[in-house]
């Protein structure tokens, strides 16, 4: 792979929620507050305790990534896939999942991701109005190659865009993992 840019590289990571086995996650005892700034997070209790969303699958079907927010639960499989990439500015938080009342799913991490880059060319996306340099809401987008040129590859394998950090890209390396 090249450490230049080139957009075919490069990954939007999308939760696919047309399964109806696939749970949506929502914070539950924990509060989300802190997931939503790209600073890093020191005091946390830990486990995590998150929820399933409604509707609640009736046989859930637990992919090693799930939405949450701007963050992201991540299987135990995943979490050694990207300490093994070494990627920069990612947190990860040991979860527990309320399945039902009393059972619960453990195993799984909360991934807090710290790498945002302003990577949206500007002049070629879909969505809502720029205002101030930042898009809310994306349909659609290129990402700014000249910027990430600048950017040394293993700072751009993994990372949140800053125009929305719901979206979160990732680099053919990784993937390949």
């Keep these: 792979m090249s450490t230049n840019f080139n957009p075919e590289e490069y990954y939007v990571i999308r939760v696919d929620y047309s399964s109806e086995h696939i749970p949506m996650l929502a914070w539950g005892e924990t509060s989300s ?9 020191t005091d946390m209790e830990t486990p995590l305790k998150i929820e399933f969303d409604d509707p609640v699958p009736k046989k859930p079907l637990m992919n090693d990534i799930l939405e949450l927010g701007s963050s992201y639960a991540i299987s135990e499989k995943l979490k050694q896939l990207l300490e093994k990439a070494d ?10 999942i309320l399945k039902t009342k009393k059972a619960v799913i453990t195993g799984n991490y909360i991934q ?15 969505g809502s109005a720029v205002e101030d340099e930042k898009i809310f809401e994306i349909e659609g987008f290129t990402l700014d190659a000249d910027l990430l040129n600048k950017i040394p590859l293993h700072d751009r394998l993994f990372f949140h865009l800053a125009e929305n950090r719901a979206d979160t890209i990732i680099h053919q390396n990784i993937v390949d993992e």
């Design 87 to 96: 990627l920069i500015n990612l947190q990860y938080f040991p979860a527990t």
């Design 33 to 41: 507050r802190k997931f939503l700034k790209a600073e890093k997070i």
């Design 112 to 126: 807090h991701g710290r790498n945002v880059i302003p990577a949206v060319d500007k002049n070629n996306y879909e």
